[in-house]
């Protein structure tokens, strides 16, 4: 079964004996066209492997499968992961589910032999952030195609200058293109999420440039205090690479005096080149 109302989701809901989870963000997908446009985005193909983090009750799933993708999921969920493995039975060897969290399971059971896959979800809100760091830090998908909260999917293709830039921003942008988004009506939901929901699409970079874990906390560290000059942020922490950092700003003209946010992309990527 493939629930594409409130009418239908309810009833299938009432029949697992389910009632939607709030802090697992269970808001289902009840919109066809959002399902179609999201393997739209992605260009999904037979033969595709495609990770889905939080399949619920499988909407965006079953149609993933009947694209002939071969899908990987994580559900986090007890009675989902149970219902959702009735779908594993039938679609054999096209669906590997993983009963867990998606934070201990970024990638799901993909075997490491995969070189190439996409990911499509309709990302459970509260651990988005969390998990895309941790993808970032594993074999990179070529696109992702993903439901997100608004104010995620603004931090994650905010531009420098701007007060949604900050360590995500950067972080992904290195390694990905972001598309504009669309924003999507609550209404495509059920039950109607509580915050705005954007559908973003992210696309590989030719050469996508990934930070070091050292790099990536000095970062974070800087964003703290995004309000303070970046030479006296690098002056103040005991990180590895801060003193580095520090004597390499004029050179590639960063002021002394500029803020976190007012530092690009290239010359947060040049900061951190070990060559720099
Ligand atoms: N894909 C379904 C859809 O579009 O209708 C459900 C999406 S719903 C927004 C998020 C899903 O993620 C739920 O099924 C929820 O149980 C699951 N989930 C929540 N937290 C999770 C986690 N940490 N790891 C894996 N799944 C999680």
Not at 103 to 111: K, S
Not at 118 to 142: D, F, G, H, Q
Not at 192 to 207: E, F, I, W, Y
Not at 209 to 218: K, P
Request: proline fraction near 7%; hydrophobic fraction near 35%.
């Amino acid at each position: 079964m493939n629930p594409l109302s409130p009418s239908e989701t309810r009833r299938l809901l009432e029949s697992l004996g389910h009632r939607p989870k709030k802090q697992l963000g269970q808001n289902f997908l009840i919109d066809g066209n959002i399902v179609r446009k999201s393997l739209e985005l992605a260009k999904v193909q037979k033969g595709d492997v495609v990770l889905e983090i939080g399949p619920g009750l499988g909407t965006l799933t079953h149609a993933l499968l009947q694209a002939g993708a071969k899908v990987y999921a994580v559900e986090k969920d007890p009675t989902l992961g149970e219902y959702i493995g009735e779908t594993e039975k039938n679609f054999a060897g096209q669906l590997t589910l993983t009963k867990g969290d998606a934070l201990d399971y970024p990638l799901g059971e993909i075997p490491e032999s995969v070189s190439s896959y996409k990911i499509v979800a309709n990302l459970p809100y509260a651990i988005s952030t969390p998990w895309m760091a941790a993808v970032l830090e594993r074999r990179l998908p070529s696109v992702m195609t993903l439901m997100l909260q608004k104010e995620a999917a603004q931090r994650y293709c905010a531009k420098h200058g701007s007060k949604q830039f900050g360590s995500i921003s950067i972080f992904i942008q290195a390694a990905f293109n972001v598309l504009p988004g669309h924003d999507v009506s609550g209404s495509c939901f059920y039950p109607k999420p509580d915050v705005g929901s954007t559908l973003l699409h992210l696309k590989a970079k030719p050469t996508p440039y990934i930070f070091s874990s050292d790099a990536r906390e000095l970062i974070r560290e800087i964003f703290q205090q995004r309000r303070k000059q970046i030479s006296s942020l690098l002056r103040q922490s005991k990180r590895p690479l801060s003193e580095i950092w520090l004597n390499t700003l004029e050179k590639i003209g960063i002021e002394n005096n500029a803020r976190p946010e007012q530092v690009t992309l290239d010359q947060w990527i040049t900061l951190a080149k070990p060559s720099s």
